[in-house]
């Protein structure tokens, strides 16, 4: 019984580095303009077509992925915290009374407010991953130079160097706040998931039902609009937090935030939006699909309710 427990409790990391993996194929692209025109002095790109434009003229297509080699490790390493943990999160929060019976039936699954805290507390788990390998995508997105000889930063591991150089180990870690602030959105995330699955199950037995893996695809999709439209304020902080030089001292979150609104005012804080929205479901409605797919696969289905 215990051997069987332990499998349970491993399946979510094995299934959110499907996710991760999924996530960087679709979407590194978008979050490459999103992080410039989040972090590039104001006027440099008109908009997101801009950035694009300008970005494949100035430094031809392949430029879309710079940075990409840190989130197709790391967003690997990442959703398998962060999904691994949501799931040991539900299992610990439907042993401790966060429960109520599914509708028509003696079955108990977790409450919605269950599946918010388990997202917000995965959230914060997977900060502790996250915050390095962010801030390596970031800088590295960052450099326009088309040749990599004329770069600050000539990879991953000579960007980690220049950092740890500079502010020692923890320099690595420069935008935490920032990344546990971004990361406390996956309440919304994973909150409007459950109710958006819930939904679509009243429509079983209906001429409009649908199966469960497209179930898990749209309510994904969905999910992360309304996770995204809480969550870019938070993300535009992170970014630039992370963006600044490791030549400077650290900026703090409440110093970058004041930055953003005496630059931009409110309007500043959800620079990126548009090629974040765009982005999002293809992203999110993937990921989820993949993620919910391999928990049934390893049969591990019957913990997420």
Known sequence: M???NSNVRLVGAFAGVGSGLTKVAVGHGFDTIKTRLQCSPPGTYKGAVDCL???VRNESIFALYKGATPPAVGWAAIDSVLLGSLHNYRLFLIRHGFTEHTVGSDVKRLTLVGHGIAGLFA????AFLATPIEQLKVKLQLQLQKS???RQYKGPIDCARQIVRAHGILGLWTGFTGSLAFRSNFLWMFGSFEVLMRAFSKLDGTPYAISIPTANFLSGGLASFVY??????ADNIKNRMMATPHTVSRPSFTATARQILAEGGYRGFYRGLGPTLLR????NASALWVYEGLMRLLGAEKTRH
Do not use: H, R, Y
Not at 123 to 126: E, K
Not at 280 to 283: C, G, N
């Open 228 to 233: 995204w439209i809480m969550a870019i304020p």
């Open 123 to 126: 959230g914060w788990t997977s």
């Open 53 to 55: 434009l300008q970005t």
């Open 2 to 4: 215990a051997s069987e």
């Open 148 to 150: 990599t000889a004329d």
């Open 280 to 283: 999002a479901f293809p992203v």
